[in-house]
Structure formats: C-alpha cells, structure tokens
C-alpha cells in the first residue's frame, strides 16, 4: 500500500484521494510497484524526484509524486484522462516522459523519450503541481464502468486525446492557408513597387501620394507576418 504519512511529511492530499479512488475502481488492483516516499535507494539514485518532501506555500512538507502499478486500464486512464487533469506537472510512463505545455497550460500531448535508469514499465510516475496539494477536485477514473471490464470494455465516449491532436493539425492548416494567402499578397505588392517604380521614372513627383499608399500596404504586411510567425511558433512548439 501506499505511505500516505511519515516523518514531517504528508502525502499531498490530491495524491491521498487519487490513490482512494483506484482503489474504489479496482478493489483488486496489484499495489506492488505502487509508491510514494522515496525509498534510501531512490534518494541516492534521484535525490530531487518528486518522491523526496517538498514544501508548499502552507509551509508544510509534502510528498508530491505517486507511482501506480500496471493494471489492464493503466495505459487508457494515462492518456485519457490524466494528460487532461490541470494538476498534473508530469508523467513517466513506458520509456516517455509528458509534460504540460508550459507557456499555456494547455493538455496538449507532449511524450518525448525518457532516458531514466527505471524504464517505468511496472508503474506509472504522476507529479502532482505543489500549487495543487489543496485542490480536491475528484480524479476523473477510467473509463465509465465501476469495475475494469473482464471480456469487452466500451470504447470511451470522446477520444480527448485524439481530438486535441486533431485540434493541433488544424491549426497547422489554418497557418499553412494563411502563409499562402500571404505569399500571394506580398508577391502582388512587389509586383506593384516595379510598376510604381517603373511609373515614377515617367511621371515623376505624382507618384508620392501612391508611394505612400504603398508604404502602409507594406506596413500591414509586415504586422500580419510577425503576427503569423508568433502563430507558427506556438502551433510547431505544441505538435
Ligand atoms: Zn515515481
């Protein structure tokens, strides 16, 4: 079972009821590579994982991080739901580590390859935000079943992941539309300098008026361009 107390220290009381509620799902889930405080090997071999007690804005120890040993629903209720819970800071999981997106918070799926001694495939690692350890909120379980199927389980209503990774390749459209219809305007306007410059030769001063027109053309282009790079980098930093 999991320590949810020791010496100076508490298990974050999100953790507590996270811990409580799987064990409501799955009455008979194995707890063996279940965990909370950092054993004297894990210290020596990780001393600033979140296992070791950190303190919060109460002024109070907390261990912040749980490990959940593998079960039949794991893998789904990770994906599924945990990846979307704003408490979460990060996840190990199967040789991958996911992180929210920092700058926006958003659950966006961001795995990348976790190189840590302990490949993570007994138990899944959940970080806990220390401004988190007082919020509540129930854990969104797997699936909507009270118990883990044995023979078929539903398909789960709304594949949140993938839409959010739908949402991502929209986006990515929607920034390649914009690019092209950019490129024709900025490729109108040059086309419009030669002619202007090719008309001022001819004609002179009655040019300025049209040079100036040109000028905030130019200037409109220039803001749409930064606004879409701005764009560009948030949408690659998210994929
Ligand atoms: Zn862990």
Request: no cysteine; hydrophobic share 40%; proline share 7%.
């Amino acid at each position: 079972m999991v320590a949810t107390s020791g010496d100076g220290w508490v298990l974050a009381p999100p953790l507590k009821l996270l811990v409580e509620q799987l064990d409501d799902y799955d009455p008979g889930r194995s707890h063996v590579s279940d965990g909370s405080i950092a054993s004297a090997a894990h210290h020596v071999a990780n001393p600033a994982s979140d296992h070791e007690p950190r303190r919060a804005a109460d002024g109070r120890w907390y261990v912040t991080a749980v490990d959940i040993s593998n079960a039949p629903w794991l893998d789904r209720w990770v994906l599924d739901d945990l990846t979307l819970d704003p408490r979460v800071k990060y996840l190990i999981r199967n040789r991958r580590y996911w992180q929210r997106i920092r700058w926006t918070g958003d659950p966006v799926r961001t795995w990348v390859p976790y190189t840590g001694s302990n490949p993570h495939n007994h138990h899944v690692h959940i970080s806990l935000q220390l401004g988190a350890v007082h919020d509540l909120s129930r854990w969104s379980m797997p699936g909507a079943s009270p118990r883990p199927a044995t023979t078929t389980r539903p398909a789960p209503p709304t594949p949140k992941g993938l839409t959010m990774d739908d949402e991502v390749k929209a986006a990515f459209a929607a920034v390649t539309a914009q690019n092209a219809a950019l490129a024709k305007g900025i490729n109108s306007v040059l086309m419009r300098v030669v002619q202007l410059r090719q008309g001022q030769v001819n004609e002179g001063q009655a040019e300025d008026a049209r040079f100036k027109e040109l000028d905030a053309e130019l200037d409109k282009v220039q803001a749409d361009l930064a606004a879409i790079a701005a764009q560009s980098a948030l949408t690659e930093g998210a994929a």
